[in-house]
């Protein structure tokens, strides 16, 4: 977080805790805690001080008792009202709507500190949250999700929980899990795409290795997981689809029966080979180089014909009857597309103008946006590709980009040619965390990878693996 | 144009949007039950105003409290009137605040830093 957003951040929270009868101690103990996660001692301390500062603690006399006299319930002072306004302004241009939710969370956390509700506080949450133009829906469901704690007040359809009762819920999903106590539930925003994560029982949980504490909302990010002390461990793959599942919404059958290929000179690079996959899954193809695991992908996705065998999506054959496909295949080689003069905004900008001929300028516009913005592009979408020898961009975007441009059309079969080579295992991570959740999508999505990591293997439905000689 | 005139309450503000006669006035206590609705004829009005305004617009703050939802909806008028601005008109904000009522003057302040348009205190 950088420090003109912890500061705005220390303003907002210190408006908050003045109001009514003013700050109590539990919310002084919560900005520091809420500090010590993100700084060290030294920051914390200054940070805090700036806390005091703004909440008037540090001098008792001036500022917030000027009402006192009138003998009526003080109201929050005008000049705070106005301020609220500026520092969400100045929030609102630097921050996503993903970071702004987030600061909305810690906003309700400071009031449910200490549980008090009180007009005032909730009119200043109120108003943060219409400059930060947060739905409506969302808004008081993150509101319940902060203040509620019992499952069945927690019913609501964004809502899963997770725990050992067998009582199914009506709105919400469920995950059963083995001798827990409490709930854990995990709260989804749809329009920021964001998990948040909160436990209410008293056992010793680990979220990525840390602690959770009860009292405390968590943000469940991709890749997460949460360690239980007496059952398995819940991955945040497990999360989402249970709040995809209901999402899909074009089933793909996928068959490829006794494949065979051979290459001109006679060779043969694929033999006999057989399977069949459903929407929804992560396939990984791994062999030693030379196997013939790009001749693979080349036959499943219908560049080559085979030899011998067939495929059939939704029962047509896609080697007879390409056109019947069409758009429905999307491949990304392994070396990249993009014109390195353009931006990234205008790589997948002008690739979109020619699958799309009769969409509009602006829906256009709102398209790339929006994929650039699913992929965690859009911070860097005025900058020029550059060549792989003259970065101007890294490596991990790069090859999301790549993806970008056939995500655009949005395929419901995606085969991708080594997406992580020459990753680092950060980036490779990154990438393949996107095809993951592309594939909880409902997405069909065949990759050829080379040394996956144990992270990354873990993220396969089903590996196909090939060795030399077909 | 048609005119609007709300009187004032203990809860809201007495507002006058007089186009013909160059008024443009809110003042009082702004902490209405429901603000959005309440503001909403005011903010329709001024959409409407701003394609065809007077050759300059003096618009006239009042107000002795208002609470953090109404403070969101004056700078939703503060913005329209900033729009004008930008698109070339005159437009003036004249923020008035009692003498002794620090606070008010620096929210005009506030309001000042946030949107961009040609403000003036005006003390009484």
């Known amino acids: 977080m950088s420090e003109e ?11 908050i805790a003045k109001q009514d009868e003013g700050v109590e101690s539990t919310q002084v103990e ?12 030294e920051e914390v301390k200054e940070y805090f001080l700036l806390f005091r500062q703004y909440s008037g603690m540090e001098d008792p006399d001036s500022g917030s008792d000027t009402d006192e006299d009138k003998g009526i319930r003080k109201l929050t002072s005008v000049r705070d009202s106005v301020r609220i306004l500026g520092l969400c302004k100045k929030i609102n241009k630097t921050l996503t709507q993903k970071q702004k939710v987030v600061v909305l969370v810690r906003l309700f956390e400071i009031v449910n500190a200490d549980r008090k509700f009180t007009d005032q506080r909730m009119q200043i949450i109120n108003t943060v949250g219409e400059v930060f133009k947060v739905v409506k829906e969302e808004f008081t469901s993150v509101e319940s999700f902060v203040v509620r704690n019992e499952a069945h007040e927690l019913d609501d359809n964004n809502i899963l929980v997770i725990n050992d009762k067998r009582d199914v819920p009506r709105e919400a999903k469920k995950i059963l899990t083995k001798q827990l106590d409490g709930d854990i539930f995990v709260l989804k925003i749809k329009s920021a795409d964001l998990y948040l994560l909160k436990y209410t029982g008293i056992e010793d949980l680990f979220l990525n290795g840390l602690p959770i504490r ?18 398995a461990p819940i991955y945040f793959s497990d ?17 490829a029966r006794d494949l065979e290929y051979k290459f001109p000179n006679g060779n043969t690079g694929i033999h006999h080979i057989s399977f069949s996959e459903t929407h929804g899954r992560l396939i990984g193809i791994m062999g030693a180089s030379g196997a013939g695991k790009t001749t693979l992908l080349n036959v499943l996705c219908g560049i080559d014909r085979p030899s011998a065998g067939e495929v059939l999506i939704n029962g047509i054959d896609l080697h007879n009857y390409k056109e019947k496909l069409e758009g429905v295949i999307g491949l990304v080689p392994q070396d990249d597309l993009l014109i390195e003069e353009l931006t990234v905004y205008q790589n997948l900008y002008y690739n979109a103008r020619l699958c799309f001929e009769d969409k509009s300028e602006t829906e256009i516009d709102e398209l790339v946006n929006k994929i650039l913005l699913n ?5 860097r979408k005025d900058l020029k590709v550059g060549s792989p020898l003259k970065k101007m961009i890294s490596g991990g975007q790069r090859k999301r980009l790549n993806i970008a441009l056939e995500l655009i059309r949005e395929p419901a079969i995606l085969f991708v040619d080594e997406p992580t080579s020459g990753l680092s295992s950060r980036d490779s991570e990154n990438v393949m965390d996107l095809l993951r959740e592309l594939a909880l999508k409902g997405k069909l999505i065949f990759v050829v990878i080379h040394q996956p990591s144990s ?3 873990k993220m396969f439905d089903k590996m196909i693996i090939l060795d030399t000689g077909g | ?6 009187q004032g309450s203990e809860d809201t503000p007495k507002i006058i949007l007089d186009a013909a006669n160059e008024i443009l006035e809110i003042s009082g206590r702004s902490l209405p039950e429901d603000v959005s609705s309440f503001y909403e004829p005011v903010l329709n009005w001024l959409t409407e105003y701003t394609e065809n305004p007077n050759k300059k617009t003096i618009f006239n703050f009042k107000l002795t409290y208002f609470n953090t939802a109404s403070s969101k909806l004056l700078l939703d008028i503060l913005m329209k009137l900033e729009e004008m601005h930008e698109k070339g008109q005159e437009v003036l904000i004249r923020w008035h605040y009692p003498e002794d009522d620090e606070d008010m003057a620096e ?12 403000f003036e205190q005006v003390s009484y």
Do not use: C, W
């Not at chain 1, 957003?5 to 408006?15: C, D, K, S, T, V």
């Not at chain 1, 999360?239 to 068959?255: K, N």
């Not at chain 1, 992929?375 to 911070?379: A, K, M, S, T």
């Open chain 1, 5 to 15: 957003i912890l500061r705005a951040l220390m303003q907002l929270f210190a408006i």
């Open chain 1, 30 to 41: 919560y900005v520091k805690n809420f500090l010590q996660q993100q700084l060290n001692d």
């Open chain 1, 214 to 231: 009860n009292d405390r909302i968590y943000l469940f990010a991709n890749g997460s997981t949460v360690k239980l002390p007496k059952a």
């Open chain 1, 239 to 255: 999360v989402a689809a249970h709040f995809l599942a209901d999402t899909v919404s074009h089933p793909i059958s996928y068959i």
């Open chain 1, 375 to 379: 992929l965690g592009l859009f911070d």
């Open chain 1, 455 to 457: 992270e990354i293997y």
């Open chain 2, 1 to 6: 144009m048609e005119t609007i005139k709300i």
């Open chain 2, 107 to 118: 929210a005009g302040e506030e309001y000042a830093d946030i949107v961009d348009v040609p």
